[in-house]
Every structure is written in structure tokens, then in C-alpha cells.
């Protein structure tokens, strides 16, 4: 079975600052690591995810994310971050033997703040 | 319109009352799933269905039932509602033969049991 860990439950920043949102996972089989971003009173929309090939990643609205396996981290970053980012983040895992199935983290809310 | 609509968006209910969750989704999307959301603990899956014929319990099964009722129809049910069944649930989609391992979330049913 897999986990995953997202140390931070809040990250507190100034508006064009760059952030960094860790997340580290847990299991015995090649997986599939995802970022969800979930914003005020809605679902959850995916941000980027890894599947094979590079280890970095390039998402939606200048986040990205880097594969690495001898760390089993997948944190998430973004040189310069708008006031529009402020939401909860999720990072999530799938294994390749048991596809479709997400373990998600707990979430780190970010806050960006003027 | 959205790809997958849930119903209702708010419900408080009273313990030991059944409820009903519905869940509806216009992508084509053979893969469904129910999640609940607890502050601190992400996202926790409750049942996932690959097909209208099969169903599967996920992490969190107990005190909930699930029907499909069509590809594009997926239900939770409560069936004797408890305090602690009070969360925010989502369902979720995906499809095996399309972009790989991507799940496609409502906007959520926000669920108060008394």
C-alpha cells in the first residue's frame, strides 16, 4: 500500500514569492504522482502529474514539480505566486498495480497574501 | 455545463436518517468514484466503480452503500446517517483509455448530519 506525506498544513507568502509545497510518498511499486489544487467552494482540478519520462514537470498556471525517486519527493513549485493561488493543495499517488486509485495527502492550504 | 454534477450541493439531515447522494457525469467516463473530505485528512475513498457491473469498497466503505445505475450515473447512500459522517464528499471520473490517470472532480456535497 502506498502514502503519502505533506508536511506543511499551512504555508504562509507574499505575493511574488516563490513557494515550494512538499510532498513525499510512500510505497513499494512504481507509482504515479499527481497535484490537485482544490479552490474556495470547489472540486478539485488537477495541476501537473508525473507518469514516466522527465522528472520535471510542467503544469497549469506556472507550477511545477520534480520526480525524486531516491528522495520519493514530489514537491511543488512556483517561482512567483499571485494573490489568484491562495487554495489547498493536494498531492496524491496511484501505483501502477492498482490504477485509478488515488492516495491522497492531508493538504497544504496556501496563503498568498499583499 | 459542468462534466460531473453532484445533488444536492448542501444537506443537513438528522441521525439515523437515509440519504441519497447523486452524482452525474456527461464525459463518457467508465470509472467513477465517491471520496469524503475531513479537515487534516485529504480525501478518503469510499467506493470506486470500473463499470456499470462492478463495484469495489475503497478505504472507508462502512456505513455507506453505492448503486450505478448507468455509465453516467453513480449514488452514495447513507444508510443510517451518523454525526460522523459529516464531511464534504466529492465524486470523482476517469477513463482507462484516455488521458492516463487523470480523475475529473465535482464540486462537492457538503453533508451536516445533527
Known amino acids: 500500500a502506498q502514502s503519502v506525506t505533506q508536511l506543511d498544513s499551512q504555508v504562509p507568502v507574499f505575493e511574488e514569492a516563490p513557494v515550494e509545497l512538499r510532498c513525499n510518498y510512500s510505497?513499494?511499486?512504481?507509482?504515479?504522482l499527481f497535484w490537485y489544487v482544490q479552490y474556495p467552494n470547489q472540486g478539485l482540478q488537477l495541476l501537473l502529474k508525473?507518469?514516466?519520462?522527465?522528472?520535471l514537470v510542467k503544469g497549469i498556471n506556472g507550477f511545477e514539480a520534480e520526480f525524486n525517486k531516491s528522495q520519493t519527493s514530489f514537491h511543488l513549485r512556483k517561482p512567483s505566486v499571485h494573490i489568484s493561488d491562495t487554495a489547498e493543495y493536494f498531492c496524491?499517488?496511484?501505483?501502477?498495480?492498482?490504477?485509478?486509485?488515488?492516495?491522497f495527502g492531508t493538504g497544504t492550504r496556501l496563503q498568498v497574501t499583499l | 455545463d459542468a462534466d460531473v454534477t453532484q445533488t444536492p450541493r448542501n444537506r443537513i439531515t438528522k441521525t439515523g436518517k437515509r440519504i441519497m447522494l447523486e452524482c452525474s457525469q456527461t464525459?463518457?467516463?467508465?470509472?467513477m468514484y465517491w471520496y469524503r473530505q475531513d479537515p487534516g485528512l485529504g480525501l478518503r475513498l469510499i467506493y470506486y466503480?470500473?463499470?456499470?457491473?462492478?463495484?469495489n469498497k475503497g478505504e472507508i466503505s462502512d456505513g455507506y452503500s453505492v448503486s450505478r445505475q448507468a455509465q453516467a450515473k453513480f449514488s452514495l447512500s447513507l444508510e443510517s446517517a451518523i454525526p460522523n459522517q459529516t464531511a464534504l464528499y466529492f465524486c470523482?471520473?476517469?477513463?482507462?483509455?484516455?488521458?492516463?490517470?487523470?480523475?475529473?472532480f465535482g464540486p462537492g456535497t457538503r453533508l451536516l448530519v445533527l
Open positions: 464525459k463518457g467516463h467508465d470509472r
Open positions: 510505497s513499494s511499486v512504481s507509482v504515479y
Open positions: 470523482a471520473t476517469s477513463d482507462p483509455q484516455g488521458e492516463t490517470e487523470t480523475q475529473y
Open positions: 508525473y507518469l514516466s519520462g522527465s522528472t
Open positions: 496524491a499517488v496511484s501505483d501502477l498495480g492498482t490504477a485509478s486509485k488515488l492516495t
Open positions: 466503480s470500473f463499470d456499470v457491473k462492478d463495484i
